[in-house]
């Protein structure tokens, strides 16, 4: 006879594991309504923390070689490949479906790492260009990351709506504070503990775990947040934030499709060049 | 007890020696007068410092919370104490023109934020320091100058000397001196003691006079408390911590040491002397603590930029920050403070 030993669901803040600040924890239950777990609630403060972790990562991850980036999200894709098992079971608990159907989710998410994987060396020469102008010089435009983005996932999906967020985000070169679809959290703790283990620079991820409506709207007033992505935002959320969000130019945006490069290029935004021919 | 009597000039080896300070101790009275027997038999009174009983003490103060209306007062008055500081190789006029224009104003979209404590820069900027402060309308802010071969101290006395009336003759109203700490280390008390007693009558009354303990290469917290004493008994307005080019500098248990030194100190001479943490203190949570130590161990007396300064630089834009938060009701970022 041996005791359960079960696991603590915490933050990931800056590539560590605190509890949150406020101490506080909420339930979690499974599709009918038994009781699973008792992840961290976090706070504003935990929010504020995890945003100078992710101002603090940018620099280094945004300066990144796109290469680097590519396999370092490859590398998530490992790490997560190994822990299949562990996302199967929270997910057939948590959306009370099978464990075929929890697995054919595991293994999208994994192949979406991959798929941004692939993008992060290629989006700059497929979005960006050489430009024909009228004047001697060489005229460019890239895309680059643009910060900060706060990101709310999808709901109702405990995996792959978190992965289909947070991939592209970084991909970018963006460095992201995601708040955890508040009824399917557990799967983002376990995918932190994955990022923690893949060469992913501590602070590029933060993953909190708490009451959306309580964290969103103080992530649409930082003024140190560059863009949210909205999609796991309720209507009423959805505009507060953009409301706020308006005070510093956040670039606000919801996606319904997933996959695609317009998610990478939503957080992105063109830099021009010129550059005299000759020198 | 001890308690002071009295103050008198003389000369020792033919250089004049002031000033020195009397102790009753028990009804003995004693004479800090440079000698080593003299320095050694009045810091032997100090009693020992309860290390774990100090970290406990540092520690658990360091968790009261401070929230609206008094962190609101506690932010405006940690900025009024920032001794406002540049002390880099690289260093330039236009770097240590832009610090004093943020010393003046260090929020451009709110005059309510007070002025800072001081600025603080090598001997060789204070002039700059000097001249656009008051064209800037920041007359009343004082410039100190590190001084006596800051960081290390390493120097003959005649050059640290030259060093502290350079910074004196280009405007300083304030002397941030280093002691020997080799010396200190070694026992050779009355070089310390007198090195400090040089400076000080260089800075007479033109300028006050800081003396930096450097307690991150002290070791101990009872070579803390000594060299605070010594440093008095010698002369210095002030007690500062640390150079902050070396780790660990300002932290709370040695702070809480030095606050106790100059309690004493006041219980002793009537005199009070003020403190300056420096290095380390980096986040208005930072700060917040120094000042509940302050309350609570030297206290209220001691909350005013005349007796406690924060030596810093990047402490000031985290209290900005936290200011505009209270101000705004969001988080502000540090796109929105001046990159230094």
């Not at chain 2, 290390?152 to 640290?160: F, H």
Request: hydrophobic residues 40%; aromatic residues 6%.
């Amino acid at each position: 006879m041996r005791i359960d030993i079960r696991k603590t669901y915490k933050l990931y803040i800056g590539g560590a594991f605190p509890r949150s600040e406020s101490g506080r924890t909420y339930e979690v239950t499974d599709a009918k309504s038994n009781f699973i777990a008792n992840p961290a609630q976090a706070s504003r403060k935990d929010l504020r923390d995890a945003v100078t972790a992710a101002r603090g990562a940018f620099g280094g991850w945004s300066s990144a070689t796109a290469f680097n980036r590519s396999q370092i999200l490859y590398r998530i894709a490992e790490m997560m490949e190994a822990r299949s098992e562990e996302f199967v079971e929270e997910i057939a608990l948590l959306e009370g479906v099978s464990r075929v159907a929890a697995k054919k989710q595991v293994d999208q998410a994994i192949d979406a790492w991959v798929w941004y994987s692939g993008w992060c060396d290629k989006i700059s020469t497929v979005a960006g260009s050489t430009n024909p102008i009228s004047g001697p010089f060489y005229n460019f435009t890239v895309p680059e990351s643009v910060g900060v983005v706060g990101v709310f996932p999808a709901q109702k999906s405990a995996l792959l709506g978190l992965v289909q967020a947070i991939a592209p985000v970084i991909a970018g070169g963006n460095t992201a504070v995601v708040v955890a679809s508040q009824k399917y959290p557990l799967c983002a703790v376990t995918l932190s503990e994955a990022l923690a283990t893949s060469d992913l620079p501590g602070g590029v991820v933060n993953i909190l775990t708490g009451i959306t409506s309580e964290l969103a709207p103080w992530m649409g007033a930082h003024m140190d947040v560059d863009a949210i992505d909205a999609t796991g935002l309720s209507k009423e959320l959805d505009k507060e934030v953009r409301v706020s969000g308006a005070d510093n130019l956040k670039r606000i945006h919801k996606f319904s499709s997933s996959d695609t490069p317009q998610r990478l290029l939503a957080f992105m935004e063109y830099k021009t060049v010129w550059h005299p021919i000759g020198i | 007890m001890l308690t002071k009597i009295g103050t008198f000039t003389r000369t020792i080896h033919g250089n004049p020696f002031s000033p020195l300070t009397f102790f009753r101790y028990n009804s003995i009275v004693q004479l800090v007068d440079g000698t080593d027997t003299s320095i050694r038999r009045f810091l032997k009174q100090l009693p020992g410092v309860d290390q774990v009983g100090a970290e406990s003490r540092a520690a658990m103060l360091a968790t009261r919370s401070i929230k609206t209306t008094s962190k609101k007062w506690a932010i405006d008055c940690a900025i009024s104490m920032i001794d406002l500081t540049t002390l880099e190789g690289s260093d330039t006029d236009g770097k240590v023109r832009a610090l004093c224009t943020k010393a003046v104003h260090p929020d451009p979209t709110d005059p309510s934020v007070p002025s800072v404590g001081a600025i603080c820069v090598y001997n060789d900027k204070v002039a700059t320091a000097r001249k656009h402060l008051d064209a800037i309308g920041g007359q009343s802010i004082p410039v100190a100058a590190v001084s006596t071969a800051f960081p290390s101290g390493r120097a003959s006395l005649e050059v640290k000397k030259q060093d502290t009336l350079d910074a004196l003759n280009n405007g300083a109203t304030e002397i941030d001196m280093v002691i020997d700490r080799g010396a200190f280390l070694s026992g050779d008390l009355v070089k310390v003691f007198s090195e400090i007693v040089y400076i000080k009558e260089l800075c007479a009354d033109r300028a006050h006079l800081k003396v930096i303990l450097e307690t991150g290469e002290l070791v101990t917290l009872d070579n803390v408390r000594r060299a605070s004493h010594l440093a008095m008994a010698a002369g210095a307005d002030f007690i500062k911590t640390s150079t902050g080019k070396i780790s660990p500098a300002a932290t709370a248990p040695v702070v809480l040491v030095m606050l106790e030194a100059v309690r004493d100190w006041y219980a002793m001479t009537g005199i009070r002397i003020g403190v300056k943490p420096a290095g380390g203190i980096r986040t208005t949570k930072d700060a917040i603590k120094q000042l509940v130590l302050v309350r609570e161990t030297a206290g209220e007396e001691w909350l005013t930029p005349k007796l406690f300064r924060i030596g810093a630089s990047a402490l000031l834009n985290d209290l900005l920050m936290q200011r505009m938060k209270l101000r705004n009701g969001n988080y502000a970022g540090p796109n929105y403070v001046t990159l230094d």
